[in-house]
């Protein structure tokens, strides 16, 4: 992989992120500006992954990929949600006790 590349990692945890700013449940628990974030990276992937901005704009092809990944992998969306609630209240801690580089 090349460092200008998205990884499939990456791509999959974007897509994964942007079909649930599509779900309203879940919609408000992201800032407007990672909403856009995630719509414009889905928006752009490249082949074969660009089918899946305008296929998530559809509420039971969201419904569908939610359930078939609890099944196949289940906590994995758990995993990276709380991954990136303790590593940001990680990091505001450390900042607020005055630590500003390393």
Known sequence: MKANQLSQTAAFIAIKFYRLTRMPPFRSCFDGQVIDFY???VEFLPA???WYHAALQKS???TFFLHSEELLLPGDLMHIICRKYFIGRSVNDLLAEGMNNC
Do not use: A, T
Request: glycine share 0%.
């Open 48 to 50: 074969p992954l660009n």
């Open 39 to 41: 719509d414009e990276m």
């Open 60 to 62: 039971w092809i969201r």
